[in-house]
């Protein structure tokens, strides 16, 4: 039987309560597929600060890289927004993503006919919407070099190199192949040069894709499009900054923040966690949301184990348990019949597979 | 009797033609309120491109510096995306505004109770929604350097001195005190070095202000609570390229972008000009709507003319406008009585008046 080895980063506030859901789905699915999984546990974030003194553990780093692929919680909280900034949690997320060298951030936006009145959006507007955000998750503004802050002046740099866009765009173009073959480049190539070496060589890239449309959208009117009429997208391909901008936007199409799963790939390892917070506010009262980070794990099955039945059981069973309107608190105003807790859900889902 | 120079560049595409009814509009106004307001015509965009060889002449430059205010309509337009690039219209806009001192870009987005269907958000999350947004618009990674593109690797540095913030964040404080005293600052503070120093310092400015309320938003949230709940926001204040994104969504709350006007100030002079392109698709058609230039031409009379009352007035004279079922072809399925062109709209707010 085929075991896959799964490295566990549950983080902090709600991350462990999702994350424990999570396993207990993938165990069930595991089981009814006839693969095993064997999970190994590292600290990271808030609670890495807490037990180590560093927010991201060597140990962390070996561990993960030597998995198939990790399953990722949430960090952080207001407890260690006041350390210096590399001692703070989401340095040592900066320093994971860019360690395990995942360039692609994909978070797919896709609205469940059940929840079609959970966005703020009108349902005409978002129903049937199935859209890929493909962000770039280890370049640009975020590394970019020289940065400093002297307190007068402060700068960052915003920096691309023609092999950093080409391995994105290819991942968005290898997407769009398998689904509505259809890229949208997102940039601001009227104002800045590196989106103008962002554009060019996504329009390289696209040469190679003939059966691919691809298009290119200035950052600003995409914003708009995405609010006025969000199912004009397939896949969006798009820098880390923008990325991180438009994949938000992105999630208010759904309008629920608790159902978004994202998948963080590259070349090493992948990281599969739900793109909401830790959410320390609700943290240990039983009332968060897993079903992202089950999806997560449902992408996980498909994207680095290839276990796509796996997947899609997981995604029906999800989707079948919404239908019989099962609901967890904070999807609990929208057609709900029975509201559950966090491991209420987490057995429903199971039950459903 | 007073009497104002207003300098008109009236660009390309729907340029002239929505010029044309807001200075019909300024013209009754003034005859109402007893002041006089002579215009001149300056050059700028493809127009200038195509008559004198450059998108900015050295002659716009002098006589909008001379006059008292701009009045701006719409510049651009495929027929020049071609040209190198510091020959586009986009180009002679970013140094227009560069050597018209222009720091706040000031962006109204105001949800008008006869057009709250307009909006592909719900009527109830956007009633009653008035927002200003405050970018700033002559720095960051607009104007940064060093800047480069050799074909492999390219860069932009985004760049902020605090004398930069803090006139900019003194803007929205006083404007703030104006309205609702709430002031958001939006940054990626968690991030970049340069959004350190912009929170560092808009906390610094505050510290003046104590009757007003002051927030941090990161971006990304911004985005989305932008679409998730826009009434929580009174005024917002942000840099460069997160302000063109953020306006553009805030802009979606409202719905049409037919509506929306803009003010550019500094200390030398004042740009006003609707937010919406130069739609060259639909230019010379009479179909455009030329309400967000009138609503610019009221906030040239409100903020840098001192004029309140004629600004009020045209205000007033467009909101019973649009209360009366009067619509241009963009509103055309919001509940209208008459569908007016471009012209007869003009002629229809000058009646009211
Ligand atoms: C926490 C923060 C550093 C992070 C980012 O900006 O990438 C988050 O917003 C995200 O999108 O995962
Ligand atoms: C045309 C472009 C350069 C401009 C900008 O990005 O500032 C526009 O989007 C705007 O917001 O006025």
Same mark, same amino acid.
């Given at each position: 039987?085929?075991? +896959?080895?799964? %490295? ?69 909280? !207001? ?80 920096? @691309? ?12 173009? !290898? ?28 329009? !390289?890239?696209?040469?190679? @894709?003939?059966?691919?449309?691809? %298009? ?86 498909? @994207? ?21 309107? +099962? ?27």
């Amino acid at each position: 039987m085929k075991n +896959y080895n799964i %490295s566990i980063i549950k983080g902090d506030g709600i991350g462990p309560e999702i994350v424990t859901e999570a396993i207990k789905v993938l165990n069930a699915v595991a089981k009814k597929c006839d693969f095993t999984l064997s999970y190994k546990e590292y600290l990271m974030g808030g609670i890495a600060i807490d037990t180590v003194g560093v927010p991201l553990p060597d140990e962390t780093v070996k561990g993960v890289l030597e998995s198939d692929a990790c399953l990722f919680g949430a960090i952080g909280g !207001e407890k260690w927004d006041t350390l210096p900034r590399d001692l703070r949690p989401e340095t040592g997320l900066l320093s994971f993503r860019e360690k395990m060298g995942v360039f692609a951030n994909l978070r797919p936006a896709i609205v469940y006919d059940e929840l079609v009145n959970a966005s703020s959006l009108k349902p005409e507007v978002i129903k049937g919407c199935d859209i890929m955000v493909v962000r770039e998750l280890i370049g640009g503004i975020y590394f970019g070099k020289p940065r400093e802050n002297d307190g007068f002046k402060a700068y960052n740099t915003m920096v @691309y190199t023609k092999p950093e866009i080409e391995r994105i765009a290819k991942t968005a173009f !290898e997407l769009a192949l398998k689904r509505d073959k259809r890229v949208c480049s997102v940039d601001k190539a009227n104002v800045l040069e590196v989106s103008q070496l962002w554009r060019d060589t996504v329009n !390289e890239v696209a040469k190679s @894709y003939p059966s691919v449309e691809v %298009s290119h959208m200035y950052v600003d009117n995409a914003a708009m499009q995405l609010v006025r009429n969000p199912k004009q997208f397939d896949v969006i391909v798009t820098g880390n900054i923008f990325g991180d901008i438009l994949s938000d936007t992105a999630s208010m199409v759904v309008g629920s923040i608790g159902l978004l799963p994202s998948a963080s790939t590259g070349e090493k390892t992948a990281i599969y966690e739900p793109i909401h917070g830790s959410a320390p506010d609700i943290a240990g009262l039983g009332i968060a949301n897993p079903i992202a980070t089950i999806l997560s794990a449902a992408m996980m099955l498909k @994207y680095t184990l290839n276990e796509e039945k796996a997947s899609d059981i997981i995604e029906k069973a999800i989707k079948d348990a919404l239908k019989d309107g +099962y609901r967890t608190k904070d999807l609990a105003s929208f057609d709900a019949k029975e509201v559950l807790n966090c491991t209420a859900m987490g057995d429903k889902i199971v039950e459903y597979i």
